[in-house]
């Protein structure tokens, strides 16, 4: 055996430190996140693509998306601006902007995905379902089915066992769905479709749209409270908690011929206790409300009978044969990310959230003469075990000086976006805030009700 | 200056050759299909989790989906088969299988995605488009409409300049949205809604459905075609080419009281010569029959009048807020895949593998005497620039034995399963064998098909 002496000659040293500083390199950036990228093919460029887009800098007030507005002249996704932000990085505020507080679009749930990237991005292969069917030949993923179950069964917000579960396009879809099979078969007059003000305006709107033989708008819970006519078929929806006022609304009417709709799109801990696991005939949920995700366009119900859940199905199988594969896919993608672990990550984020604003606002309005705020008593909650506030995605404000009938013109006045409670056939003493929108929408919002409030005789803000 | 030299040491020289192919492999590995994995963080996760469940080896004949059904011991994606195969890879074939000609799902386009999954593939991120809206508070993805309109240019098969465009979920809503917006809106009598045999059972089903005041279903329009009340409101739906015949149908009612609605869902190279752009007043499309995309749920129209177009937004908006953002995504990726290079590579692979189909199919049934298809004149197609054959969607059997009266039944015997005529209101001589299915349907089609013909009399089958 030849022995060979080593000397070392720095020219190789060099190349054997540096080939293994790079080795490290690649090892670090290869292993990302708990998972290896060695293997990643067909799915790099997209996976790419999504990255650049999402790098786009918006100063926080913005995002760029994959099919968003493009430079008309490289063809590159630019920022999409928040109200009253714009500029290219949406860094310039509109000085003296109106606040939007109208819609209850779910935007404050935006940081909790912001938050969980890497879990709740799906990547849509492109021959991902194109069938018309899932293997049992229905419009409806088992997989997201069982996860709704579970869902529900975490929360304690719904019982599920022994019901059959349908899915909408957005709960919308599902709410027109309930109306029809809720009609009667056989008879000759309409069903009267009644909800108590304050109510959503879409209830009347979707069945004074569709027009049909079979059902017919018949305006407040309250005027058939004591009808004496019942063998009129009524069908009435009861939300809960309610939307514009918060309230764990109960039904009115009740009867041989009522049927009802429960819309529980709310009963989430984000803005309410759960006293309860809600236990009624058929109870209509929706992801907007759930996860922030109204885009989707993604609702349920949970049906106890067979007939009524039939009917519903065939309503959706002829009017969209179903729920879109790719919202089914993303959702269930969503659903698995909001219950990993104990499952209660984004109801403390949504809870902490919305009980942070609506502080923040009652602290304001308690100071005011002018104005008034719904007033609900805290109840005992199951799934916090305790006693808890509600946290409402709205508030009902209403305008308490005599002279001022039309709250939404006062609030207009002071730069509020609201909406005007004859929107929810209630009196425009009433305007709803909605408070679920982006932190950017909730401060300004909060900016210009202080400087109402203090506006006021005699009332200091600290 | 201290002069070193060197004695090659076995070890050290290993370690620099190990260390140099490391990098060599990490090099390659980096860099794949064009792109950089370099920097990818928050997306390596999904794409690890997309590929992962692709690779799943179902044997060609079925597929696992990240959504889809899972073992029950490991919770892992299993492979869903196609008709007739079996197994945890799909790969045991049911012997004497019935084969499945009977719905139009587009899986023969599959094979197309597979070839482009590194173009096709999109992430969608856990914070796209949570809003209700896009930033010009439509429901309508300004990019992904530029794209549709570019791509009736690219066909020909549209004129779209100067039209609105809307979006349904799939074309099924979008056919509801016309029939209301196209409803008379200050008549005492509803529009009667018509289309000529044989046709779509759809549009019945959904006028029934809905059971409006507004509109009332009067069944085939070559029954009002001399009718003398022309003060009657009437929608006609003409369906070109038609469902289930494949012919290039024309209206066969107008006047004054006459909306037509022309529904061109099968109006791709795929199927038929494109002799010339539609330039109706209502088209409506769908991403089904385009790009196989049928569980999607995307769909439009191509209109002219904004008071009708303002009416079906009205409707989709009541009915769905919308079509799913995620569904414009996928749409929009499709699309732009679609449209590479010079945009012809989708309707290339849709026609010859239709027209291929056709010739096989058309070529057994000419040698029977049991049996008749369609026959449609060759026509000038302005996309290829030359006469060409139809290759239809559909063939539209006719039992020609006087005995065969039910078609569906002799063709059930022959373990092929297909849609009855009476299921088009048209006599039950007829079957509908669907051509779009999986390879694996058309083939064990066409081996049922050369079995039956050659049992007949004097049929020899080369």
Redesign the interface.
């Known amino acids: 055996m030849v022995k060979?002496?080593?000397?070392?000659?720095?020219k190789?040293g060099v190349?054997?430190v540096s080939?293994?500083i790079?080795?490290l390199f690649?090892v670090l950036?290869?292993y990302?996140?708990?998972?290896?990228?060695?293997?990643?093919?067909?799915?790099?460029?997209?996976?790419?693509?999504?990255?650049a887009v999402?790098a786009l800098f918006c100063s926080g007030h913005g995002?760029a998306?994959?099919?968003?507005?493009?430079d008309d002249g490289n063809g590159e996704p630019v920022c999409?601006c928040n109200s009253c932000y714009s500029g290219s990085d949406c860094s310039h505020f509109t000085p003296d902007c109106i606040a939007n507080a109208n819609?209850?679009?779910?935007?404050f749930?935006?940081p909790f995905?912001?938050q969980?990237?890497?879990?709740?991005?799906?990547?849509?292969?492109?021959?991902?379902?194109?069938?018309?069917?899932y293997?049992d030949d229905t419009n409806i993923?088992?997989?997201?089915e069982r996860l709704i179950r579970k869902l529900h069964a975490v929360v304690g917000n719904a019982v599920t066992e022994n019901r059959y579960i349908i899915f909408?396009?957005?709960s919308?879809?599902v709410l027109?769905a309930a109306v029809?099979a809720l009609s009667p078969e056989n008879s000759s007059l309409p069903a009267g479709v009644v909800a108590s003000v304050p109510y959503y305006a879409?209830y009347r709107?979707?069945v004074e749209?569709?027009?049909?033989?079979?059902f017919k708008f018949e305006g407040d819970a309250h005027q058939w409270m004591n009808k004496s006519d019942s063998s009129k078929y009524m069908i009435e929806y009861v939300t809960t908690p309610n939307n514009p006022d918060g309230r764990l609304n109960k039904p009115l009417l009740q009867g041989p011929n009522v049927n009802t709709i429960y819309d529980r799109a709310y009963y989430w801990p984000h803005f309410t206790p759960i006293p309860a696991p809600a236990d009624e005939d058929l109870m209509v949920f929706t992801l907007?409300k759930l996860t922030?995700?109204?885009?989707?366009?993604?609702g349920w119900a949970v049906v106890k009978d067979e007939t009524v859940f039939n009917r519903m199905t065939?309503?959706m199988g002829?009017?969209?044969?179903?729920?879109?594969?790719?919202?089914?896919?993303?959702a269930?993608?969503?659903l698995t990310?909001a219950l990993k672990g104990d499952g209660r990550g984004l109801f403390h984020f949504g809870y902490h959230t919305m009980k942070t604003r609506w502080e923040r606002l009652s602290s304001i309005i308690s100071l005011s003469k002018r104005f008034s705020l719904q007033k609900i008593n805290p109840q005992y909650c199951t799934f916090y075990n305790k006693v808890r506030e509600f946290s409402p995605a709205y508030a009902w404000v209403k305008c308490e000086r005599e002279e001022d009938t039309d709250c939404y013109k006062v609030l207009q006045e002071a730069k509020i976006t609201g909406r005007a409670g004859n929107a929810f056939s209630a009196e425009d003493r009433y305007v709803r805030l909605s408070l679920i929108r982006s932190q950017d929408d909730f401060d300004l919002l909060i900016e210009h009700l202080n400087k109402l409030v203090s506006d006021e005789d005699g009332v200091k803000i600290m």
Chains 1, 2 share one sequence.
């Open positions: 060979t002496s080593f000397k070392f000659n720095s190789y190349c054997l080939s293994v790079l080795n690649f950036n290869t990302v996140g708990g998972n290896w990228n060695l293997n990643l093919s067909w799915t790099s460029r997209a996976a790419a693509e999504a990255e999402a995002r998306y994959l099919d968003g507005l493009v999409e819609d209850g679009d779910p935007l749930l935006e995905w912001s969980h990237a890497a879990n709740s991005a799906v990547v849509a292969a492109g021959w991902h379902r194109l069938s018309y069917s293997p993923s088992k997989e997201l909408g396009a957005g919308s879809q027109t029809y879409l709107k979707q749209h569709f027009n049909s033989q079979k907007s922030g995700h109204a885009g989707s366009r993604f065939d309503h002829l009017n969209s044969m179903g729920v879109s594969r790719d919202t089914q896919l993303r269930f993608k969503l990310t």
